[in-house]
């Protein structure tokens, strides 16, 4: 069974703060992906990375940025939090280029 | 601007009976279809997909329906069960995204009452 684990599953910040979600998947997959999720938006890309040390940006990259230094890790950097990133994000993986994306549990961020 | 788009935001439907999840997209380009189911606080789950290449796929009580010159694709549940209620999302992918990444649509929430 494939398994993508985030760092945590609810985190509670202050505007202004750096904030760093990580994602690691534990079956050799070479593309990883962020999103955000908000309620009537759907699920919406941030980054992807098909390999490591490469990185895409998605549909809403702005303010936020990536780091994916081994294969099974992939991080979501948010240089300073502000109040509308309070969302859910979801990391996911796949294996090749039209894989099906495996999703994390998410985390529930909150930006005071 | 929205490729793919499920126009109904939830729906309700008895334990038993049929539950229909359709979902349109604009893009020509996109040639691979997926459904995911989503519960609440837990990230999405894959469910089932369908290339452009067939207009149908099953598998148990789920079937996907594509029908390409209408751009439309439909997601049945039969029979519905109360642990179908979740959040379905339809995603696609294309040539147009370099196939990595996928486009989903805005969810259904499907309520099965008993």
Request: with cysteine; proline share 4%; charged share 20%.
């Amino acid at each position: 069974d494939v398994k993508v684990t985030q760092s945590s599953r609810y985190l509670v910040k202050r505007t202004g703060e750096k904030v760093f979600l990580e994602c690691v998947q534990d079956m050799d997959h070479e593309n990883m992906f962020w999103y955000r999720q908000d309620p009537g938006l759907g699920l919406r890309l941030i980054y992807f990375s098909y390999d490591v040390k490469m990185k895409e940006k998605g549909d809403i990259p702005e303010g936020y940025s990536v780091s994916r230094e081994k294969k099974e890790r992939f991080s979501l950097i948010l240089e300073s939090a502000s109040t509308n990133q309070t969302s859910m994000y979801l990391c996911a993986s796949s294996f090749g280029p039209r894989g099906t994306q495996y999703f994390g549990p998410g985390t529930r961020l909150t930006v005071l | 601007d929205q490729q793919v788009k499920q126009n109904s935001p939830s729906l309700s439907v008895q334990e038993g009976r049929i539950s229909i999840l359709n979902c349109d997209y604009t893009n020509s380009m996109f040639d691979y279809f997926l459904w995911y189911k989503k519960y609440p606080a837990e990230g999405p789950t894959f469910l089932i997909s369908i290339s452009s290449i067939k207009d149908k796929n099953e598998d148990g009580r789920f079937t996907v329906f594509l029908n390409k010159s209408a751009k439309h694709l439909s997601l049945h549940i039969v029979p519905s069960q109360p642990g179908d209620s979740a959040v379905y999302f339809c995603a696609a992918s294309g040539a147009s995204n370099s196939g990595y990444a996928l486009n989903f649509g805005k969810g259904t929430s499907l309520l099965v009452t008993p």
